[in-house]
């Protein structure tokens, strides 16, 4: 079955910029969306179709996808922006929906 | 406002069954696929089911696959998951999503979430 890998965490200072990446096998060829989920909240989508913002997302969060990663990344880094962010792709080979493990974004 | 609501979690034994609901309001819910997914306490999120919005697709993760089933009443703007022969590792929170982009393609929005705990 197909696998996404992040890093576990990944610690940014406020106003930098932040890069979570997210990997997996010619992840070029798949649509991949983002989430956000900060402790005890539901996800949220951040980012779907690799780069697009649904309303209400700062522009500050963007995506981008290349050869074997995927790239979630904040601009501006705020306080409020701490939390567990998700890749997801649909794995059309196997008929699933899959997820990677999550990155903790610490604001320091 | 797009709203999801779950209901029907709760404490269960091992081996029992529970039928959970989600209801939406806020858009044309029978013109949107469905999916089920879970986060174990402490983990990351896990996706259970996909439903299609007349009900004539259907995919489960392997971990569900022959012990839960997906379904949906587009009249009462209703998704359901009944669970059977629950398992210890079933412990967790489960979220309905509404299949933003269809066949998995982005989550938005997710319901509260309702918490499954099974017992011994």
């Known amino acids: 079955s197909y696998v996404l890998t992040q890093p576990p965490s990944v610690s940014v200072a406020p106003g930098k910029t932040a890069t979570i990446p997210c990997g997996g096998n010619?992840?070029?060829?798949?649509?991949v969306h983002w989430y956000q989920q900060k402790p005890g909240r539901a996800p949220v989508l951040v980012i779907y179709?690799?780069?697009d913002r649904p309303s209400g997302i700062p522009e500050r969060f963007s995506g981008s996808n290349s050869g074997n990663t995927a790239t979630l990344t904040i601009s501006r880094v705020e306080a409020g922006d701490e939390a567990d962010y998700y890749c997801?792709?649909?794995?059309?080979?196997?008929?699933?929906?899959?997820f990677g493990g999550g990155t903790k974004l610490t604001v320091l | 406002e797009v709203q999801l609501v779950e209901s029907g979690g709760g404490l269960v034994q091992r081996g029992g069954s529970l039928r959970l609901s989600c209801e939406a309001s806020g858009f044309t819910f029978n013109s949107y696929s469905m999916d089920w997914v879970r986060q174990a306490p402490g983990k990351g999120l896990e996706w259970l089911s996909y439903i299609s919005s007349s009900s004539s697709i259907i995919y489960y993760a392997d971990s569900v696959k022959g012990r839960f089933t997906i379904s949906r009443d587009n009249a009462k703007n209703s998704l359901y998951l009944q669970m059977n022969s629950l398992r210890d590792e079933d412990t967790a929170v489960y979220y309905c999503?509404?299949?933003?982009?269809?066949?998995?393609?982005?989550?938005?929005?997710w319901g509260q979430g309702t918490l499954v705990t099974v017992s011994s």
């Open positions: 997801q792709v649909w794995d059309g080979s196997n008929l699933h929906v899959v």
């Open positions: 010619n992840i070029r060829n798949k649509n």
């Open positions: 999503a509404r299949d933003y982009g269809g066949s998995g393609n982005g989550f938005d929005p």
């Open positions: 179709y690799n780069h």
